[in-house]
């Protein structure tokens, strides 16, 4: 094990919490900087001392420290900062150039409302928005109008950042069916039946009306319109992906295999390739050859393990990185040339979290209440 060392400062006194971890040893320096206090404590063997440095920097965490290090190494994280826990199927956040909109739950034990916290490059959290209703499960920015896209317990809004006033687009709910994605020029949504497209003034260009389906008490249900808004990937029945036109809603074709819930959409490689990660069937990911639409193998950016399981993936902005998360694993690809970088281990998780890249960083929100930012 390579030597370990955080520091923690409380942005508000100015202390400091210097964590360094040597083989079984944990050193805690406190204090102001000038003047720390060290304590050292040796435990039985190097995964109890690393268990309990975390454990240590968790409860520092928790108490307002923050750590910030720009300089740190690859795979390190540059930014934790403690958020509370959440309701674990709302991890939303996002990147924009005010800052990091990250939603947040209402304190245990209050009544159920929603917040978005805005949390500057050094963890300094600049203001809280409450949100119209609780559980923000998805949240986009669109850069033409400086606003959020969000979907909130299946209603979507959006959100002016400069003036915060909240604007329903969806005007209804249903209670599973939802979704938003933003490309350049346009946003797509869906709930109660109605997949909608819209301009960036919000001006309707077209809506399509879907079923559902049930399957195991979810429904095969997502969504993606390709960066450039020309393609829109759909997904609401079992072996079936739609690709429509996203400028008149004309249906090009559909993907048939063998696959059920599908849980992400990306596409890639000019729109010539489509990026899909399942849940249930493989739990993986599956690529499909978008001139064919016949499923294609991409071995080289399979994760490293015996299982093939995938909980979350990303791309950076000009998608020259892929990132495959696979339970507090995350694996850094080089997309063009299909390999692997690097991979590192999310902290401060108990099962599951959200990853996106934030510039070429990479930005995560955990079930255990922390929001992060690691080199990558």
């Not at 979907?151 to 069916?177: A, S, T, V």
């Not at 309707?204 to 008490?217: N, R």
């Not at 696979?326 to 990853?355: G, M, P, T, W, Y």
Request: charged share 30%.
């Amino acid at each position: 094990m390579k030597e370990i060392e955080h520091q923690l400062i409380d942005n508000k006194t100015d202390k400091v919490i210097n964590l360094i971890l040597k083989d079984k040893i944990l050193i805690s320096e406190t204090g102001k900087i000038d003047k720390l206090k060290t304590t050292e404590k040796e435990f039985p063997n190097k995964e109890e001392a690393l268990k309990n440095f975390y454990k240590k920097e968790w409860d520092t965490l928790k108490k307002g420290f923050v750590l910030n290090n720009e300089n740190d190494k690859i795979g390190q994280p540059i930014l934790h900062k403690f958020i509370g826990g959440p309701y674990t199927g709302a991890l939303s956040f996002v990147s924009t150039p005010k800052g990091f909109f990250v939603y947040k739950d209402s304190p245990q034990n209050e009544a159920m409302e929603g917040f978005l916290n805005l949390i500057d490059n050094s963890g300094n959290i600049l203001s809280t928005i409450q949100l119209p209703k609780p559980l923000a499960w998805d949240i986009a920015y669109r850069k033409a109008t400086n606003s959020l896209i969000l979907d909130i317990d299946h209603y979507i809004y959006e959100f002016n950042i400069e003036n915060e006033i909240f604007h329903n687009l969806g005007q209804e709910k249903r209670y599973l069916d939802s979704l938003i994605s933003v490309a350049d020029d346009k946003t797509a949504f869906a709930t109660l039946n109605k997949l909608t497209v819209v301009d960036n003034q919000n001006k309707v260009l077209y809506t399509k009306d879907y079923e559902i389906q049930i399957l195991k008490g979810n429904i095969p249900f997502c969504g993606k319109i390709s960066k450039d808004g020309k393609l829109l990937a759909f997904q609401n029945k079992v072996g079936e992906i739609q690709i429509i036109d996203a400028e008149n809603g004309t249906l090009l074709s559909k993907i048939n295999g063998k696959f059920e819930l599908v849980f992400q959409l990306e596409f890639a490689e000019n729109n010539k390739l489509l990026v899909v990660r399942e849940q249930y069937g493989t739990w993986g990911m599956r690529y499909f050859d978008l001139d064919t639409n016949e499923e294609i193998q991409i071995k080289e950016i399979e994760i490293p393990e015996y299982t093939k399981e995938v909980n979350a993936f990303c791309f950076n902005t000009d998608q020259t990185k892929l990132v495959l998360l696979q339970r507090a694993d995350a694996h850094v690809f080089d997309f063009i040339n299909k390999k692997l970088l690097h991979s590192f281990k999310i902290e401060h998780l108990v099962k599951k979290c959200e990853i996106k890249f934030v510039g070429e960083k990479i930005g995560v929100r955990t079930d255990y209440g922390c929001f992060s930012i690691y080199n990558v």
